[in-house]
């Protein structure tokens, strides 16, 4: 079989590598798509080096069809259509014990602590797979795991009907939270300094704002009679956007922080004092986010083949990652078996 390995210094290279059968409680999955996220991003510009061991197959947004099951499992059959939820916990620290295995204290990342999805056979503990209906294509499959991290970030904050949300920062992950903030009944307010971004925003049902044209906090006011929204996501990730997002919220409003920072940034702490804010990490996701998330894509509620902004195949995958180095796209997915042509 094929995989595309991070081999360090900005690397991505095509070669060929070893099937490994799987164990009695494995399934061995025939990898259709694999979707390039901004950590697949951070890992080849080098930002970490010191977690992921080189040569390295990448990789963790995707889906695919089981081709082989080990002797132990009997929920999962041969040609079902699947994708994972990358997450492996050690159900013994604090985290675990506590019920939050989703931010296990010694948590396998997949596809970055360990092998991932840019391989044609992948080999994973049947556990940590999801199903996915037959009514799901396994291009729009691969969009599950970002939209699993959209909806875990709005169930994290609590919005509810009627409520007002403002969502700094209109990449594909701030795109799927104003999405799923609409599905659950909230207005949306999303700043976005691109203008093909803030028009998907727009056609989705957002009021798209350019924080670098617009007073953004004069539209919120407008928008809320002057109370600020019930909840800010920050997903931006800069210095500026996150000292902003408190000045966006009403009194004993909720600031949710998507985006990684991986520098220390201020924070208005005179804001959250003076209104009685929240402030709320939201981290990766947890299985009923993932059967959410593929609930929301068989419904129609996700507009994934927009979403979508080409597909190519796994030689290319190297330029794949230049392309979303050098400019805005919203989803390219890497087609592991040369299928979508």
Known sequence: M????????????????EPRMPA??????????????GTDLHIVQGH??????????IGHEMSGVVEAVGGDVDALAIGQSVTVMPLRWCGECASCRAGHQHICQRLDFVGIDSPGALQELWTVPAAIVVPVPETVSLRHAALVEPLAVAVHDVRRSRLTAGE????IGGGP??????????????????????AERRAFAAAQGAEAVDPHADDLAAIVEERTGGAGADVVFEVAGTRGTALDATRHARTRGRVVFVAIHPEPVPVDLHRVFWRELEILGARVYEREDFERAIALLADGAVPAESLITRVVQLDDTGAAFDALLAAAAMKILVDVQGADR
Do not use: F
Request: aromatic fraction near 4%; glycine fraction near 10%.
């Open 24 to 37: 009695a409680d494995e399934v061995t999955i025939r990898v259709a798509y694999n979707g390039i996220c």
């Open 2 to 17: 094929r995989a595309a390995r991070y081999t360090g210094g900005g690397q991505i290279v095509v070669g060929e590598a």
């Open 173 to 194: 992950i701030g795109q799927l939270i104003a999405i799923v903030a609409r599905a659950a009944g909230a207005t949306v307010i999303l700043a976005e300094p691109d």
């Open 48 to 57: 970490m080096d010191a977690r992921v061991a080189t040569p390295a197959v």
């Open 164 to 167: 007002t949300a403002v969502v």
